[in-house]
Nanobody
């Protein structure tokens, strides 16, 4: 059974930085595309970023481009999200995901309707 555990969330002032981690267990993550989503209070869950199984491609939501960087260390079975220049509107619970099926290539429109494993989430709060 795949288990994903997020960490690194917390309270930070606007303009600050946080680094989220997602530790995967149950299988080697090296063949699976992974992603970050977030959900703010009263809002729908939204896509943040994803990284292809081999690390060669990444994709970001427009709202975080240039501020967030997704990466992965397959040797450590861990994925990361470096978040810089944080804004109050980045406040949300952040979830990591791992595709259930291997080797999905990232391309426009391919991150919809993907079967995923989900973590429990980590809270990020950005104060103004």
């Amino acid at each position: 059974q795949v288990q994903l555990v997020e960490s690194g969330g917390g309270l930070v002032q606007a303009g600050g930085s946080l680094r989220l981690s997602c530790a995967a267990s149950g299988r080697a993550q090296s063949r699976f595309t992974m992603a970050w989503f977030r959900q703010a209070p009263g809002k729908e869950r939204e896509f943040v970023a994803e990284i292809q199984w081999d690390g060669r491609r990444t994709s970001y939501a427009d709202s975080v481009k240039g501020r967030f960087t997704i990466s992965r260390d397959n040797a450590k079975n861990t994925m990361y999200l470096q978040m810089n220049s944080l804004k109050p509107e980045d406040t949300a619970v952040y979830y990591c995901t791992q595709d259930r099926l291997p080797s999905r290539a990232i391309a426009a429109g391919t991150n919809m309707n993907v079967a995923r494993y989900w973590g429990q989430g980590t809270q990020v709060t950005v104060s103004s």
